[in-house]
């Protein structure tokens, strides 16, 4: 998404859910930081980019999201949720204008399953706001996830539209059950469900502004890109990914180009790469029978896309990842 285009807002027509949860699956959830602030004007607080995803729930109140390279903030009222799926540099105040203090100042540290506070009290209009930070393994993410906008705002309406996601909302921000046995990863699978239910939506309401949500909604493309993320192990050409879509080969060629970013043989070449490393890293599977599981009838044509993927061979991945120590708890995948 470009730093000019508008953020996506709820409102149109519908996608195959399957091609969301395929998006969705391979991202890593590790843990949470949440924070429940109440603030009166002035304020602002600044926050650099973070390898994590950022979620912004409005209780009450207004506020202002600036965002570098956007020459014009977005706001936000009672009941709007904001998404920032790879945690972009963002600032939220009372109004653009108000001087920032960096939100590292406020929230230091930001541990995966802590909660924070802000409090800032002033002579104006008073804000409440819900606001988690998902941490995720950014490796693992496939394209598609990399290609989701920077921002994905959901208007009161359409939050209020889904009951499940509200509900889940209205939850969080009543901050209840914290100390509670298990209150850990109960909040962390709420904001899970938060992350989910507001991509599905973004992704079946969303406008035209943001090439990647139009592909899951282009009823041809979406049909190859669920082929490519749930069965790339077949061998699969572009007239044969063309036939899946219902197109002719080459506009199936430009629109998947268009909207996906890349040409339909380099995204099933990454998403065959990123199977291969999920084996290889997370797996017992046998080093030799990697390359017909994701789709490779040639053991050295297999090893030479994955070396000039990954800058080491199979077995060399393999050996990191184990020297690496299995496991601090793997991450756990995005319910589907």
């Known amino acids: 998404m470009r730093a000019e285009d508008p953020p996506v807002r709820a409102e149109g027509p519908a996608v195959p859910e399957d091609l969301l949860s395929a998006v969705l699956a391979p991202v890593r959830l590790r843990g949470v930081?949440?924070?429940?602030?109440?603030?009166?004007?002035?304020w602002s607080v600044r926050g650099r980019r973070e390898p994590c995803a950022v979620v912004h729930y409005l209780c009450e109140g207004s506020c202002a999201v600036s965002m570098p390279g956007r020459a014009s903030p977005l706001w936000l009222g009672p009941g709007d949720l904001a998404l920032f799926p790879h945690g972009a540099e963002h600032t939220l105040a009372d109004a653009p204008a108000t001087a920032a203090v960096p939100l590292e100042a406020l929230l230091p540290g930001r541990r995966p399953g802590s909660v924070g506070r802000v409090s800032i009290d002033g002579p104006g209009e008073a804000a409440r706001l819900l606001c988690g930070g998902l941490h995720y393994d950014e490796a693992a993410a496939p394209p598609l996830y990399r290609a989701l906008p920077e921002v994905v705002v959901l208007e009161a309406a359409a939050v209020a539209g889904e009951p499940l996601l509200q509900a889940v909302l209205e939850w969080l921000s009543a901050g209840a059950d914290r100390g509670a046995p298990g209150a850990e990863l109960v909040?962390?699978?709420?904001?899970?469900?938060?992350?989910?239910?507001?991509?599905?939506?973004?992704?079946?309401?969303?406008?035209?502004?943001?090439?990647?949500?139009?592909?899951?909604?282009?009823?041809?493309?979406?049909?190859a890109l669920l082929a490519v993320h749930t069965r790339f192990a077949e061998p699969w050409s572009l007239e044969a990914l063309a036939a899946e879509a219902g197109m002719s080969r080459s506009a199936f060629a430009s629109a998947f180009r268009g909207l996906v970013g890349?040409?339909?043989?380099?995204?099933?070449?990454?998403?065959?790469?990123?199977e291969a490393a999920r084996l290889l890293g997370e797996t017992p599977v046998a080093l030799s029978a990697v390359p017909e599981r994701v789709g490779y009838g040639s053991t050295v044509g297999f090893h030479l896309a994955f070396r000039k993927r990954f800058g080491v061979t199979p077995g060399e991945y393999r050996r990191r990842c184990e020297g690496d120590g299995q496991d601090g708890g793997r991450e756990r995948a995005l319910p589907e």
Do not use: D
């Open 187 to 223: 909040e962390l699978r709420a904001f899970e469900t938060v992350f989910v239910l507001a991509l599905r939506v973004a992704a079946l309401r969303a406008g035209v502004s943001s090439p990647l949500l139009r592909a899951l909604r282009h009823p041809g493309i979406a049909r």
């Open 33 to 42: 930081y949440s924070s429940h602030w109440s603030v009166r004007a002035p």
């Open 262 to 274: 890349e040409t339909p043989g380099a995204h099933l070449l990454g998403r065959r790469m990123q």
